[in-house]
């Protein structure tokens, strides 16, 4: 029977366990954490993560996820409210977004996928470094209870992430994005006078804030990539008071106030980039492993979602039937070409606002209050939503058909 190896237990190498399991593929998941509450992990889903999570049949353990969905958008310029939008959910075709406990989901799906005789997980399981066989990888060295030990399959499935082991083992080259920003995470009290999302624009400064799952408060601040450095050395006190002049008073309060409450708080390197191919001869990359997605519009977690239900529809039927080298390859060659009209659209369109939102030239001000003024508009708001659709309802009809 074939017998796949998936490196990496965030969303995309846990579903993707669960659903070879499912169908009587032999899988074994290794994840080196031996619990899922890493310090960062994406927690928004979007209508196109979550419609993924129903194909693969997995409603009902996201149903058991703690959650927040926050109703109401607010966006400002200049501590000046520009728009407020409520969500419909008929806009959203009632999935609405929201953002979720991934520890939670994540122990569900395992908890799910070890119903199934199949599926063997591996926590605190490090991937050393992949076994290769004439030019072929045919299994991984893992270094598990403190021993090394080597496991051998048909294929390996890369879904550990931005610093995946399988693409710097594999032979795999990447195109870099030049992404001008990274982003301070951090958590605060919850501010009741935030029920939804308030995103805030001005003097080449960028700040999300959204009620999370855990009823606490989460902040993202995008800075100039290279300047975090500094705002370290001046300390919290200061780096809260550089947020708080940006923002509203309510909100600027409050986060003074947070000052000793700040949980995990730490820098977000950002960047995007894209494998030249996503499979080798015996291993396959999906999820930020094959493609890094910039944060702009929550994009990583979802798109990773679906990269699995694609690769199961080609995967599946191939292991079924005897995992001939030669089969497994080109079911992973078609993956890619499979993905590839949403990804690269997707990653283009992720690029353009920061360069415009943190834009410290002198005509960044300028083009902001044009864009303000121009948003404001009915028909700058049905152009805000148009644009809008493409991250939240995806590019093309992704369905499991295996």
């Not at 032999?26 to 994840?31: A, H, I, K, R």
Request: hydrophobic content about 45%.
């Amino acid at each position: 029977m074939a017998h796949v190896i998936v490196v990496g237990g965030g969303p995309a190498g846990a579903s993707l366990a669960f659903l070879l399991a499912d169908r009587g593929v032999e899988v074994t998941l290794l994840e080196r954490q031996r619990d899922f509450a890493r310090e960062f992990r994406g927690e928004v889903l979007l209508p196109t993560g979550i419609a993924a999570l129903e194909e693969m049949g997995l409603a009902g353990v996201l149903a058991a996820v703690p959650r927040s969905e926050p109703r109401v958008l607010e966006a400002y310029l200049n501590r000046q409210r520009l728009v407020r939008i409520e969500g419909e959910p008929d806009f959203f075709d009632g999935r609405m977004p929201a953002a979720f406990s991934q520890p939670a989901l994540l122990e569900g799906i395992v908890a799910e996928a070890a119903k199934r005789p199949a599926f063997r997980f591996l926590r605190g399981a490090t991937a050393r470094g992949l076994l290769h066989e004439g030019g072929r990888a045919v299994g991984v060295r893992v270094y598990s209870e403190e021993r090394e030990i080597e496991l051998h399959a048909d294929l390996v499935v890369g879904t550990d992430g931005r610093g995946s082991l399988v693409r710097a083992r594999g032979g795999f080259e990447a195109r870099a994005q030049d992404l001008p920003m990274d982003i301070v995470w951090c958590k605060v009290p919850s501010l009741d006078a935030i029920p939804g999302v308030r995103v805030y624009l001005g003097r080449g400064h960028l700040l999300i804030a959204y009620r999370s799952w855990d009823d606490r408060t989460q902040v993202a601040w995008a800075i100039l990539k290279g300047t975090f450095g500094e705002l370290r050395r001046q300390g919290i006190e200061r780096w809260l008071e550089d947020m708080a002049e940006h923002v509203t008073p309510d909100l600027g309060e409050h986060l003074r106030a947070s000052v000793g409450n700040l949980e995990h708080p730490f820098l977000l390197d950002c960047r995007a980039d894209r494998v030249t191919r996503w499979s080798v001869p015996g291993a396959l990359l999906l999820g930020d492993a094959a493609h890094v997605m910039s944060p702009v519009g929550a994009q990583g977690l979802n798109i990773a979602l679906r990269d699995v239900v694609v690769a199961a529809n080609e995967l599946v039927p191939v292991l079924r039937e005897g995992a001939a080298p030669d089969a497994v390859d080109a079911a992973g060659a078609r993956v890619e070409a499979a993905r590839l009209p949403e990804i690269v659209p997707i990653q283009r369109r992720q690029a353009l606002p920061p360069r415009v939102v943190l834009q410290r030239a002198w005509w960044g001000g300028p083009a902001r209050r044009l864009l303000a003024r121009f948003l404001v508009t009915s028909l700058g708001q049905r152009l805000v939503m148009a644009n809008a659709r493409p991250f939240l309802q995806g590019i093309g009809d992704v369905r499991l058909r295996v």
